[in-house]
C-alpha cells in the first residue's frame, strides 16, 4: 500500500490523541533517521564532461561529490556503465608513458572511476560534451526531497506513475533529463507495466518494455493530467517527482509504517513513557534488522565476487 503523511498520521492517530501536524512532522523525522542509517533513498547527480576539473601532474579529472552523498551505487557515461577501481590502480592507467604520474591524462571516454577525498575521479579526460551520471545513496538533508520514479508520457498531456497517491500529487513537477511536465492533477487509476526495480540506464534514455516483461511487473498506476511539451519517444522513463517528500515518504513502501512508532514514541514521551519506550524501541529494532539484512546481502555478494 501506498502511505502519505497524511495517511500515516491518520494510522497513529489510531494508538494516539495527537494533531496531524505534530505526527506529520515527527513521521518526516523518523524518515529522516532511518533513511540516513540504512541508506535508502536513491538520488542521480549528473556531470557535464566539460565542467570537470584536472589535477596537475596525475593522470585523472574530477568532480566533486554532490553534498548529500553517501555512498556511490553506479557510474555511466554516455549510457556505458564504468568500473569501479581503487585510487591506485586508476592512477595506473596511461598513454604508454613510464613517468604516469607526470603524464597528462588520456582524452577520450573514460572506462572506469574512482572515489576518493570527496571527488569522484576518472582515468581519462571525456570530451566537454560527454553526460557522466552518478547514481548514489544520498542523504536525506531536507522533508521536502525529490522522489526518482519511472513515469511514461501520452498525448495529448497524460503522466502515468507507479503510485496510487491519487490527488497527493497534484500541483507537483516532473523533472528528468530534458523532460519537464508541470501542474499534476490526478485523473484516475490505469494498468500500466513498470520494471520491478530502478534502472539508472532509463534515466538518459527512453526504453521500450522488456518483450517478455521479466524484468517488470503490471501495476494499478496513477494517470495525470500535466502540462508538457509532447517528446516523440514516449516509452518508460525515469524522472524526479520535486516535493514528493513534501506529500510522501520517499523511502520503500515496507518500511512506511515503521516510521508510525517512532512518531507514537515522541508524541506520548511525557505522559506515556511506557508507551513511549515500547515504541521507540520498536523503531529502532526496525532499523536494526535491516541493517543487518543488508549486511548479509553485501557478505553473500562479496563471496560470489570471490569465487
Known amino acids: 500500500m501506498d502511505y502519505s503523511w497524511n495517511t500515516l498520521a491518520d ?5 494516539v490523541d495527537a494533531e496531524r501536524p505534530l505526527l506529520v512532522e515527527l513521521l518526516k523525522e523518523a524518515q529522516s533517521e532511518m533513511s540516513n542509517a540504512c541508506m535508502m533513498y536513491d538520488s542521480v547527480f549528473t556531470y557535464q564532461g566539460s565542467q570537470l576539473g584536472v589535477y596537475e601532474n596525475r593522470n585523472t579529472n574530477y568532480g566533486v561529490l554532490p553534498s548529500d552523498y553517501l555512498q556511490d551505487i553506479g557510474v555511466w557515461c554516455n549510457g556505458v556503465k564504468l568500473k569501479k577501481l581503487d585510487e591506485g590502480n586508476l592512477f595506473f592507467e596511461d598513454n604508454g608513458a613510464t613517468d604516469y604520474k607526470r603524464n597528462q591524462p588520456d582524452s577520450g571516454e ?3 572511476y574512482c572515489i576518493s577525498g570527496g571527488h569522484i575521479q576518472f582515468n581519462s579526460m571525456p570530451e566537454s560534451g560527454d553526460q557522466i551520471m552518478l547514481y548514489y545513496k544520498a542523504r536525506i538533508t531536507s522533508p521536502n526531497v525529490a522522489k526518482l520514479t519511472y513515469f511514461k508520457a501520452h498525448s495529448p498531456r497524460y503522466i502515468d506513475l507507479p503510485f496510487n497517491y491519487g490527488v497527493e500529487l497534484n500541483g507537483l513537477t516532473l523533472k528528468g533529463g530534458s523532460f519537464s511536465a ?3 492533477v490526478y485523473s484516475g487509476p490505469v494498468q500500466q507495466m ?6 539508472p540506464y532509463y534515466y538518459n534514455t527512453n526504453r521500450e518494455i522488456d518483450a517478455d ?3 517488470t511487473m503490471g501495476t494499478t498506476s496513477s494517470r495525470y493530467v500535466a502540462t508538457y511539451a509532447l517528446v516523440a519517444n514516449q516509452n518508460i522513463s525515469m524522472a524526479f517527482i520535486e516535493g514528493f517528500g513534501s506529500r510522501c515518504p520517499v523511502i520503500p513502501a515496507e518500511y512506511h509504517t515503521a516510521l508510525c512508532d517512532y512518531a507514537i514514541a515522541l508524541s506520548v514521551a511525557k505522559k506515556a513513557p511506557e508507551i513511549h519506550d515500547k515504541h521507540i524501541q520498536l523503531f529502532y529494532q526496525k532499523m536494526e534488522g535491516i541493517v543487518s539484512s543488508d549486511a548479509e546481502k553485501d557478505l553473500i555478494f562479496n563471496m560470489r565476487e570471490v569465487i
Open 194 to 199: 513498470f520494471p520491478k526495480v530502478l534502472d
Open 110 to 112: 573514460p572506462y572506469a
Open 213 to 215: 516483461n521479466t524484468s
Open 182 to 184: 508541470t501542474n499534476l
Open 11 to 15: 494510522r497513529c492517530q489510531l494508538f
